[in-house]
């Protein structure tokens, strides 16, 4: 090939990217907002404009200035908000690759059984009344409960070494209904009413009484996972071309699956295992973010996080403040929320369910 | 590159649908698959470009079994235009081409400058700059497939297997995408339903049937009315053009005007042997 002149930038990026930029900054700084004014809501309220003066002076190190302001925005509201970003990034990211990897733009983590599996060993946990491990046990439980799930369905869904997204879907479904089967018998089955109040409440997810010391896992989990996905995007964009397009491009379709499903439990136990079972966030997320910037899971990996973190940062707002004193569980938010927002996007787009898929 | 298929046999769901199939395709030679349908021929595609893995033989493409080789390493030898695609029309004419890059990226999946280089040196070759920014969803059928060869010829292959890449292409177009195929000069193995072009473009024309190799050989030698007949059913007047080419005309096997009578005319002219009387 003889080519003598400089390489341009391709002309679909100089055009696109800067489009595609501006969305994700805007979504970033909606996110940055979002965190500042929801750490001022509550029962306590303190303007967004004393939060910033607040965290400023705590970030550059500063001891803070004592008072309620000071106390109820640094211990107990910063790094809850800052939670549900995480989680919400973390649940958006794992229905955008779930999404990608059964390519189908209706699935999310629970269509695998993934959220469900997480719940068997959170409860397990509860209702054996197992303090082994201290603290640490429900989310550990958690994490395993997704882990086995996932090893499950993929064991199950294996069919003479290939793994085919349809097959995937089948099991997923029928994994996810027997794992609440078996939560729902070790609800009824335990006698100790705390205990039973316990697992509804965490069932449906909810972000209260966070600590700083909850946060330094989930958020590295998340970042991490969301720096390896996107640079593999565009394995994963011929990913949802099929499998012969995968054979045809060089890119190992059944291990590529494996690993995104590695990665999309590892988002969903870390998620469960911190806030419970928040339902809804990855399907109503990946699939606005697919509405906005396209197919490009280059694009659509990170503004999926960056709106998953702004959602789940208003549904747990809403959650405190709808019966206060009192907290709604955040997974119900999340329905009532995500539920309607999700309708009127689908109307309002005569929009394709993904060719074949 | 040369192509070498030998004895490769192929089960899908239980049946078997490639028997004992042998090949060669010499470097820089355009072969041309033939048959009816569900005669193979992409069945056996599929077991060069590894998304289908052959029970017995071997494929070697350059000498190098494919079925050795990584997945990634595979795809530097060899491009594929498949059949049809579904999805990814959200993408642009450049961000399809560059998915012919997947097997030459490192690890962070960036495109650098050589990967930039030969998009845009294909984007000129196929006559498809001017059209780089649109997405695919806004093409014609033409131009699609056009961009999709694009992208196989961005793996930089030394082989290129296509698979029916006329299909859906109005015939001044099946025409100008063959010309452009030929012109590549690389060695290209295709899987074509319209006999005419197989005998105006290709140096050696396969013939399968049911999973078999019935007839290989230059157009002229394997375009016959024996073949034509048994194989694919139908009547045919072959010539030879000023190039040596065969010239084909095809016709049914049968006339009848009455229903009946032309179905059981079917049937028994579909089971003839080759050159037996069938009509």
């Not at chain 2, 930089?156 to 029916?164: A, I, K, Q, Y």
Request: a positive charge; hydrophobic letters at 50%.
């Amino acid at each position: 090939m003889t080519t003598t002149s400089a390489p341009a930038p391709l002309a679909a990026d100089r055009r696109a990217a800067p489009a595609h930029l501006a969305v994700l900054a805007a979504a970033c700084a909606v996110l940055a907002v979002s965190v500042l004014v929801a750490t001022g809501i509550g029962p306590v309220g303190v303007p967004a404009g004393q939060v910033a003066a607040i965290l400023a002076d705590r970030l550059t190190g500063g001891g803070g200035t004592p008072g309620t302001a000071d106390l109820v925005v640094w211990r107990f509201r910063f790094p809850r908000v800052l939670l549900g970003a995480v989680v919400g990034a973390g649940l958006a990211l794992a229905g955008a690759v779930v999404q990608g990897v059964v390519r189908n733009p209706v699935a999310d983590p629970h269509l695998l059984g993934l959220s469900s599996g997480a719940s068997v060993g959170a409860v397990l946990a509860l209702t054996s009344g197992g303090a082994l491990l201290g603290v640490v046990t429900v989310p550990a439980a958690a994490f395993l409960g997704a882990a086995v799930a996932m090893v499950l369905v993929l064991a199950l869904a294996r069919h003479r070494g290939r793994l085919h997204p349809l097959r995937l879907v089948l099991v997923g479904v029928a994994c996810a209904h027997l794992f609440s089967g078996v939560t729902s018998y070790l609800l009824a089955r335990t006698n100790n009413a705390a205990a039973q109040q316990q697992i509804v409440f965490w069932l449906l997810g909810g972000l209260s009484g966070t600590q700083w010391s909850a946060l330094p896992v989930p958020a590295a989990v998340v970042l991490g996972t969301c720096a390896v996905l996107v640079a593999r995007a565009r394995r994963l964009n011929v990913l949802v071309l099929g499998d012969d397009a995968c054979a045809a491009l060089g890119v190992h379709a059944p291990r590529l699956r494996r690993w995104l499903l590695v990665l999309a439990t590892l988002l969903t136990g870390t998620a469960v295992a911190v806030s419970g079972g928040i339902g809804f966030v990855g399907l109503v997320v990946g699939h606005v973010a697919r509405m906005v910037v396209g197919a490009d899971h280059r694009r659509v990996l990170p503004l999926a996080a960056v709106l998953g973190a702004v959602f789940l940062v208003w549904a747990d707002v809403l959650a405190r403040v709808l019966i206060a004193p009192a907290e709604l569980p955040i997974g119900v938010v999340t329905a009532f929320l995500g539920v309607p927002l999700f309708l009127l996007v689908v109307r309002g787009r005569g929009h394709r369910l993904g060719g074949d898929a | 590159m040369s192509l070498v298929v030998d004895g490769v046999s192929l089960s899908v769901g239980g049946r078997r649908v490639l028997h004992d199939v042998s090949l060669t395709v010499a470097d820089g030679a355009f072969a041309a698959l033939v048959g009816p349908n569900g005669s193979g021929k992409s069945s056996l595609l599929r077991t060069v470009f590894r998304a289908r893995r052959p029970e017995t033989g071997r494929v070697l493409v350059d000498g190098a079994d494919v079925w050795r080789l990584t997945a990634g390493r595979a795809a530097r030898l060899t491009g594929v235009l498949l059949q049809e695609q579904h999805d990814g029309f959200e993408f642009t004419v450049e961000e399809t081409v560059a998915q012919g890059r997947t097997p030459h990226l490192s690890g962070f999946d960036r495109l650098d400058r050589e990967d930039r280089l030969v998009v845009a040196e294909v984007l000129d070759r196929t006559g498809l700059a001017p059209l780089a920014a649109r997405p695919l969803a806004e093409l014609s059928g033409g131009e699609r497939q056009r961009v999709l060869l694009a992208r196989a010829l961005a793996q930089r292959p030394r082989l290129l297997v296509l698979d029916e890449p006329t299909n859906h292409l109005d015939v001044r177009h099946q025409l100008e995408f063959l010309e452009l195929v030929r012109g590549l000069g690389v060695t290209v193995v295709a899987a074509l339903h319209g006999l005419e072009l197989a005998a105006a473009y290709a140096d050696t024309v396969v013939v399968l049937d049911g999973g078999r190799v019935t007839a290989s050989g230059t157009p002229r030698d394997v375009l016959t009315q024996d073949v034509l007949r048994s194989t694919f059913g139908v009547d045919s007047a072959v010539d030879v053009d000023a190039t040596g080419r065969p010239r084909l005309a095809l016709r049914p096997l049968c006339a009848c005007p009455v229903r009946e009578c032309h179905w059981s005319c079917v049937r028994r002219g579909a089971r003839a042997p080759a050159g037996g009387a069938g009509v």
